[in-house]
């Protein structure tokens, strides 16, 4: 008697008898969900449907396509944060049957930053995303591209971000919950590898027959804020004087979820699924409020660390508006593990060098990365990541110029492998 295939033994192989690997991309029960932001304080949308509990779910997108209206007021400085667009969101976080959360992140900033280090579509995402080619910078000019005017027309960014302009946009967040490596090292929770090396895609969510109740939770922030640029789009000064009128803000929004997978059917030709999960968390630290120099731990759950990075901001700089703290206030940037030993020392200059030759793109300002998954050949592998499963002090430790203000605070942002029974 013939024996059944493995489950995954043919996933993805092409002429498979009753049917190979079959991919689909759909929208989910969400689309164009309306929702109206406030001015004035974050909501969450309400309304937005469980993802489906059908087939096998390797990526799940957010779109949120926003109609753009500010109007300053009379006698008012309106300044656009330097994280809008993206700080439009706040909160985002796509819990897994009360297992772990695919993402879990505080701001859309760190669901961009995510984006840029691991896009599904593996790419390395211009900073401004979906951007014509520049070309080589040398000289000014564009070297090995055609003219920008030949090239069709950018339906996805047509144009580059102001809070002056009137127009509907679309934001595009992936929200996991897989990734694909090319080497992968099937572990144990001790760190010992089960398998050979090989290719996966790590860890499709199997939505049928287990019926996971999966929600995302996404909260918009607030229009305008006369505090802080990180939690709004767009800073107005507070009004003084009996002439003077408020800025006004009106961004319609409507919030669509898409699905990227295969059909559930023959087991040998579906994914394989890992113990080991894919998880984007951010955790907001005062560590660096009034230092001059910090230490900022990994959390002990985090488990094989794909990527991390610090967020830095200042909210009393720029006159109180709040900014982005320069990476070139930092003279120093080791990550260390074990009893001091160090997996990265170096200046800003020397990160973001290793994060521009991994990636082709350089991350927002304030922010300083560091990706382990991306190997010299530009291959995603777990094969010598950081674990906090089997390695204690795992830290980073950052150097300034000098001390930082009393509110200045660091936004760890990790990605990273959880092992979930």
């Given amino acids: 008697m013939a024996t059944a295939p493995a489950p995954g033994s043919a996933f993805n192989v092409p002429g498979i008898p009753g049917g190979a690997t079959q991919w689909f991309e759909e929208y989910e029960d969400t689309y164009d969900l309306a929702f109206t932001p406030s001015a004035s304080t974050s909501k969450p949308v309400l309304g937005i449907q469980k993802f489906r509990q059908t087939d096998v779910v390797a990526h799940w997108e957010a779109q949120i396509a926003i109609k753009q209206k500010f109007v300053a007021g009379t006698g008012q400085t309106v300044v656009g944060s330097k994280y809008a667009p993206w700080n439009y969101l706040g909160q985002l976080r796509v819990l897994v049957q009360n297992q772990y959360s695919a993402i879990d992140v505080e701001s859309g900033i760190d669901a961009y930053i995510a984006d840029l280090i691991r896009p599904f579509r593996r790419s390395a995402i211009r900073n401004i995303a979906g951007a014509n080619p520049a070309g080589f910078p ?225 991350p927002p300002p304030g922010v300083l990365p560091l990706d382990f998954a991306t190997n010299e050949r530009c291959q995603v592998t777990n094969h010598n990541l950081p674990n906090t499963l089997t390695t204690g002090g795992i830290l980073w430790s950052v150097e300034f110029t000098g001390a930082q203000s009393s509110e200045a605070y660091a936004v760890l942002g990790t990605e990273s492998l959880v092992y979930v029974t």
């Fill in 138 to 362: 040398a000289g000014g000019s564009a070297t090995g591209y055609p003219s920008p005017t030949n090239a069709q027309a950018n339906l996805d960014w047509p144009r580059q971000w102001k809070y002056t302009e009137d127009d509907t946009f679309v934001l595009v967040l992936g929200l996991g919950p897989a990734v694909w490596f090319d080497s992968y090292y099937d572990l144990s929770i001790t760190g010992s590898p089960v398998s050979p090396p090989h290719s996966a895609l790590v860890s499709p969510q199997y939505m049928a027959g287990t019926t996971r109740v999966i929600t995302p939770q996404v909260t918009v922030n607030q229009l305008l804020s006369s505090t802080t640029t990180d939690i709004a789009p767009v800073h107005t000064t507070t009004l003084t004087g009996a002439t003077d009128t408020a800025t006004t803000a009106t961004c319609p929004m409507t919030v669509s979820f898409r699905r990227h997978g295969v059909y559930a059917g023959n087991p040998a030709v579906n994914p394989v699924v890992y113990a080991w999960q894919h998880r984007i968390k951010t955790d907001r630290l005062n560590t660096i409020a009034g230092a001059s120099r910090a230490k900022v731990e990994i959390p002990l759950d985090t488990g094989q660390i794909m990527s991390t990075y610090l967020r830095l901001f200042d909210p009393k700089a720029t006159t109180t508006k709040g900014a982005p703290i320069a990476i070139t206030k930092v003279t120093k940037v080791e990550f260390q593990y074990g009893s001091g030993l160090l997996r990265f020392s170096g200046t800003p200059a020397q990160l973001q060098r290793r994060f521009l030759r991994q990636h082709g793109v350089l």
